[in-house]
């Protein structure tokens, strides 16, 4: 069983950067497919981005150049910078861990906000 615990949410003004975390405990966490999905209002969860354990990266068009995903496979944590944010950003983040249909894991969220 992986559980992951996400932080590092809030309110920040557009054009401005949060630092997302996930910790991560469990049993074999090299071998998942990490990643992060958000879920604005009203809608439903999208991809953000994902890495693998080689940290071969993939992210949402609409994130590309703007957030980068890392992670720390020694300390189980994973990461995701997100720098000149916009309204749009706004939505609950949650992080993922994924190997399989019945081995995908996620936390519990944490909410970004950007308003002026």
């Known amino acids: 069983q992986v559980q992951l615990v996400e932080s590092g949410g809030g309110l920040v003004q557009p054009g401005g950067s949060l630092r997302l975390s996930c910790a991560a405990s469990?049993?074999?966490?090299?071998?998942?497919?990490m990643g992060w999905y958000r879920q604005p209002p009203g809608t439903q969860r999208e991809l953000v981005a994902t890495i693998t354990s080689g940290r071969t990266t993939n992210y949402a068009d609409s994130v590309k150049g703007r957030f980068t995903i890392t992670r720390d496979n020694a300390k189980s944590m994973m990461y995701l910078q997100m720098n000149n944010l916009k309204p749009e950003d706004t939505a609950d983040y949650f992080c993922?861990?994924?190997?399989?249909?019945?081995?995908?894991?996620w936390g519990q969220g944490t909410q970004v906000t950007v308003s002026s």
């Open positions: 993922n861990a994924h190997k399989s249909r019945s081995t995908d894991y």
């Open positions: 469990g049993p074999s966490l090299g071998s998942y497919v």
